[in-house]
């Protein structure tokens, strides 16, 4: 199959003539990581498109001579891609392009690099700043973590019904991916993401499913680079002054405090606030109800409440209208913020 075949039936798109590609050999293959694949061949160029827990590698072997000179070249075939696989399958998907010269190999910065080079990042940001300010005028993320499916759905599906409008299922959750993709499904205007997000696979299967952002208890570098850009937000955990810097630098957008309850609660976030005031924080850990809006006033992001709206006992007996109570009750300590924000 020609090269110009090949990229016509990926994107939709024919190929761009200033490539001017002669024949070319195609194979997807799924990848374990990203950033660890090595472009082979005199000459190639390999696009990985990220979707779900198949990362795709597509490469075009046989450049013409131009091409065999060295040259960075890049895929252009992204945009089409994302434009189709968001509007007629309706999942998420991360394209990273990345450039290859001759005889050479390509890291992960060579991916998020070009990624940005090449403007992908537009609508993806666009997609993630909508995530984020829908983070912020909710103030509260119920985070929600059981022992198994059916329990997690039913507590979540509670939560909601109690009028927060921002949920993050723990991948610690048996079937967490099936969860989140049933609450996608039957609560579109809801913020749906996936917690203690650990590694790329979790990361994968969460997107997958369809998660809006992903949460994580500590600070993953190459995964913060990688969603800084969106579409799905990322936010690593921290817990000094140093790593709250460090992950901000890094690319992300909001930074995860925990554990809160270990640090000192308010008074550490107060501190914090003092010196980086620029940097969005998001406690997590031992917040109670009636600190909720002590936290909120100090100026953070959003605060991840657990037991607070679900409570063990509650969780256990499936007393679910109990839920539903303590999430009402949530919701509201966030009203007069919300409001300022609408």
Known sequence: MGAESVLQQISGTPAASSMQLATAGAAATSLSSVGKRVATGTA?????????????????LSWKNERQSGAPCT???????????????????????????AGSSFSFEDVV?????????????????STVLGLRKAGIIACLRTTCADLALGAARAALDGGLTV??????????????Q?????????????????SWREAEIAKQAGANFLTSPVTVEEMVRAHSDGPVLFLPGAMTPTEVVSAYNMGAPAVKLFPTALLGDIRFVLA???????????????????MVESYLSAGVMAVILSDAIFEKSAVECRDFSRITTLATSAASKNLCRDNSLT
Request: aromatic share 4%; net charge positive.
């Open 167 to 180: 949920m993050e299922v723990t991948m610690t959750t048996p079937s967490a991916a099936k969860v989140i």
């Open 182 to 198: 049933s609450l996608v499904r039957e609560y579109p205007s809801a913020i749906i993401g996936a917690g203690t997000v650990l």
């Open 75 to 101: 895929l252009r075939a992204h945009n089409s891609w994302l434009a189709h696989v968001n509007k007629n399958k309706k999942r998420r998907a991360l394209p990273l392009l990345c450039s290859a010269s």
């Open 272 to 290: 914090l606030r003092k010196t980086l005031g620029h940097i969005p924080l998001i406690p997590s850990n031992g917040i109670s109800l009636d």
């Open 44 to 60: 190639a160029a390999s696009a990985v498109f990220v979707h779900g827990r198949c990362q795709a590698a597509v490469e075009f």
């Open 113 to 129: 690099r070009d990624q940005k080079a090449a403007g992908a990042s537009g609508p993806n940001s666009a997609i993630m700043e």
